[in-house]
């Protein structure tokens, strides 16, 4: 596995289309590459990011429009078969050759599709609160999946950037809060101002790109990559999450892979990076240490 001593601070590649992609490399020993879902930043893998810096270089970045990265400069790089090429070129200049892929909701399909174009990046995976592939179908929202998929389909961008910035100026406050975390979409657990930077930060997300992206993963699918796996893959489902409930996304994605473990969050939501960021590290640490991806100069904890 990809050992690096480096430390890099807001560094940029960029795509071929000329969209700046933002990451940021910390730590030393083994890599693992943190990829977000849609409309959220780095940030929120602030309570285990600090846990696996004891053992690991740690790199996240953000996707076109989000976090600091800059929108897409076409509707290709919107896309989530673009995300892969964004993290080779993030490995590339990090100088790190293979890493353990992890994603986070949306990002789920983003390292599976890693594998399916560059497997020999991948030194084993780890999807967390997300799924496969058609992102809206398996929601258990007050609005259909469905129904957002056609607003996302249908609506011209302008129609949908106005929609979505009239939506975002309010996410913020105390009564959006409130109904973001009775529909499920804010874990009820969240501490209120970790939901209010999540929130913050759907404001600053490039509406032009969310659309594009919101798209894409609802018609992107990597299923068939489960059956062909060679790397170990760990799935973290909650059971209690909106977007991938574990009965119905988590127990049929270890059902669908070869050499995948799945580990079920009792009461855990969509956000429950924020909420149970100790069970979700110790389990992604014993999956590490399990398959011999461990540093081999282990520190204590």
């Avoid at 930077?197 to 299923?223: K, M, N, W």
Wanted: net charge positive; hydrophobic share 40%; charged share 20%.
């Amino acid at each position: 596995m990809q050992t690096s001593s480096l430390s890099i601070n807001d560094q940029f590649v960029t795509t071929s289309d000329g969209t700046r992609i933002a990451y940021h490399v910390e730590g030393r020993g083994p890599a693992l590459v943190l990829t977000n879902g849609l409309l959220t930043t780095t940030s929120f893998w602030k309570y285990v990011r600090p846990t696996w810096l004891r053992h690991y270089t740690v790199v996240t970045w953000d996707m076109p429009g989000h976090g600091n990265s800059s929108p897409a400069r076409t509707a290709e790089t919107a896309s989530i078969l673009a995300q892969p090429a964004c993290i080779a070129a993030v490995m590339r200049a990090a100088g790190i050759s293979r890493a353990v892929q992890i994603g986070w909701s949306t990002g789920s399909q983003v390292v599976l599709e890693t594998y399916r174009q560059y497997p020999q990046l991948c030194e084993g995976l780890v999807m967390l609160l997300g799924g496969a592939g058609h992102a809206l179908s398996n929601t258990r929202l007050p609005i259909r999946g469905s129904a957002i998929d056609w607003l996302a389909r249908r609506l011209p961008e302008r129609v949908f950037a106005a929609l979505y910035r009239s939506l975002m100026i309010t996410a913020p406050t105390s009564q959006a809060l409130r109904v973001a975390r009775l529909t499920g979409m804010i874990g009820k657990r969240t501490d209120v101002h970790d939901a209010r930077e999540l929130a913050r930060h759907f404001g600053c997300v490039d509406p032009y790109t969310a659309q594009r992206l919101l798209i894409s993963a609802q018609a992107h699918s990597a299923h068939a990559v489960l059956r062909s796996l060679s790397v170990p893959l760990l799935i973290v489902a909650g059971d209690d999450d909106p977007f991938a409930p574990s009965a119905s996304v988590g127990v049929e994605l270890k059902r669908a892979a070869t050499n995948a473990e799945l580990v079920r969050v009792p009461r855990g939501s969509h956000t429950a990076l924020l909420e149970d960021p100790g069970l979700i590290s110790d389990a992604v640490l014993k999956f590490l240490r399990a398959q011999t991806l461990a540093y081999a100069d282990d520190r204590s904890d």
